[in-house]
């Protein structure tokens, strides 16, 4: 079983939608949660770290279940520039991330 | 907040050659340098993990003869691709961590290596 598993995609949704992504991780030591974003050819960057109580940060939403050891992603009012991919991320203290495959996301004028 | 420098940004080489990529902290002392590859359409891995002075630890799979990895000083790792073959074209990227976590998630541009 993978470390971080998410599904591929693509999702294509329309300018205003809403869409949610999913991740789920098997490593239940894990202490750190993030979601990035990577647009083709470019770097990941940090897009919000997520907690158990989950948090907000604008139109994006993310949440965390240690039970099940899963990680969701909701985008609302997709925007084109949103399109790209989005990568669940997890660490357990001093180590280095592990990332997922991505979710590749297209936002539809 | 913390900023890492990756270069190049591209390079292409012939078969054979060997390639170097270089990756600064410039705003923080990073004591640690993780090294990764990306595949096309495939997830980040992790190559090496690099602490300032010492030698890499190298992930099961990466040849430690074929990719030189170097962090001599607190702001300069760099990663050597030696005798570099098609199959090593790929998106090369470094992260640094300095003290108390610091630049633990931020990544330099990346380096997309292609070898012709």
């Known amino acids: 079983r993978k470390e971080v598993e998410q599904d591929p995609g693509p999702f294509n949704v329309p300018e205003g939608a809403t869409v949610a992504f999913n991740c789920t991780y098997s490593?239940?030591?894990?202490?750190?949660f993030f979601w990035y974003r990577q647009d083709c050819r470019k770097e990941p960057k940090l897009l919000m770290s997520?907690?158990?109580s989950g948090n907000e940060d604008g139109r994006f939403t993310a949440q965390l279940n240690r039970a099940s050891q899963y990680i969701s992603l909701l985008i609302r009012d997709s925007k084109l520039s949103d399109s790209a991919t989005y990568l669940c991320v997890v660490a357990s203290g001093n180590t280095p991330l592990v990332f997922g495959k991505g979710t590749r996301l297209s936002v539809i004028a | 907040g913390a900023v890492v420098s990756q270069h190049p940004s591209w390079v292409i080489c012939k078969s054979g050659t060997s390639v170097k990529i270089e990756c600064r902290s410039l705003d923080f002392q990073a004591t640690t340098m993780f090294w990764y590859r990306q595949f096309p359409k495939q997830s980040l891995m992790l190559m090496a993990t690099s602490n300032e002075g010492s030698k890499a630890t190298y992930e099961q799979g990466v040849e430690k003869d074929k990719f030189l990895i170097n962090h001599a000083s607190l702001t300069l790792s760099t990663l050597t691709v030696t005798s570099a073959h098609p199959e090593d074209s790929s998106f090369y990227i470094c992260?640094?961590?300095?003290?108390?976590?610091?630049?633990?998630?931020?990544f330099g541009s990346g380096t997309r290596l292609t070898v012709v």
């Open positions: 997520v907690y158990s």
């Open positions: 992260s640094a961590r300095g003290t108390s976590g610091i630049g633990g998630y931020t």
């Open positions: 490593n239940s030591a894990s202490q750190s």
